[in-house]
């Protein structure tokens, strides 16, 4: 039985005043959460939102860690950092950032073994792009990105992260993945997890939907046996909506 996980995207939304509201009413309506709850926020909310939800059940993320421990590298925020601000979790690969700022399978792969060394618990991102998709290349994406983000990886650390399958046509477009389709690319990337470190592994990732999941479709996703969650965009930044999620998660 995998546990559910729930993760806010807060992508480049709310300031620190902004975060502490949301964070302040969302906390008391998800105190009996049976899944797994995360907000990732901007990296200047990290603290104030970690001080916050202290002793809840709510964990903080961010939202990318740099590849080196430290130095010249103008504008990244280490893994130690973050978590001396409070974050436990942190997405990395989402689509934005390799479509915005050049993320790479490369990149991705350096920034999850940092993360993995320094105890962050990852959410990889992975997802096709709607041309993919129309050209029956979404298995191959998800593939190439799966493969790529975990070389090197050893089993052990692989068991510690989340897969996010999120197909880009699908964020922030309000065009949700059907809950057929999403079942069955979930099923999919297990089942090149499992060609790379085996049935265990594979039986116990956390693979979590993502894409304009909302309180009216969530209950039809959760209800699909390969699907372990949701990475929440918008409907995270309203307290009524991402708690209406979390605790449609069980
Ligand atoms: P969305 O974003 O829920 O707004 O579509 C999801 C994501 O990008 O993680």
Not at 40 to 53: G, K, N, S
Not at 83 to 98: L, N, P, Q
Not at 121 to 137: D, N, Q, W
Not at 190 to 209: F, H, N, P, T
Request: include cysteine; proline fraction near 2%.
């Amino acid at each position: 039985m995998r546990k559910p996980i729930i993760a806010g995207n807060w992508k480049m939304n709310k300031t620190v005043a902004e975060s502490r509201e949301l964070v302040t009413a969302l906390l008391p309506k998800v105190k009996n959460a049976k899944c797994d709850v995360v907000v990732c926020v901007p990296f200047t909310d990290i603290a104030a939102v970690a001080e916050l939800t202290k002793g809840s059940c709510v964990a903080v993320g961010a939202q990318n860690v740099a590849w080196a421990d430290s130095g010249a590298f103008t504008a990244e925020i280490s893994a130690a950092m973050l978590k001396e601000a409070g974050a436990t979790y942190v997405i990395i690969g989402h689509s934005e950032r390799r479509q915005y700022f050049g993320e790479t399978d490369k990149t991705v792969n350096m920034r999850l073994v940092q993360a993995l060394a320094n105890g962050l618990k990852p959410i990889l991102c992975v997802g096709e792009m709607l041309a993919e998709r129309e050209g029956g290349k979404t298995e191959e994406v998800c593939r190439t990105q799966v493969v790529g983000a975990f070389e090197g990886i050893s089993a052990a650390d692989a068991a510690k992260t989340v897969i996010a399958y999120e197909p880009v046509w699908a964020i922030g477009t309000g065009k949700t993945a059907t809950d057929a389709q999403a079942n069955e690319t979930i099923g999919y990337i297990r089942s090149v997890v499992k060609e790379l470190y085996g049935a265990a592994v594979a039986d116990g990732m956390r693979i979590q939907y993502g894409g304009s999941m909302n309180a009216k479709n969530v209950d039809g996703l959760m209800a699909q046996p390969e699907i372990d969650g949701g990475l929440i965009g918008g409907a995270s930044l309203k307290a009524d909506d991402f708690a209406y999620i979390v605790n449609a998660a069980e």
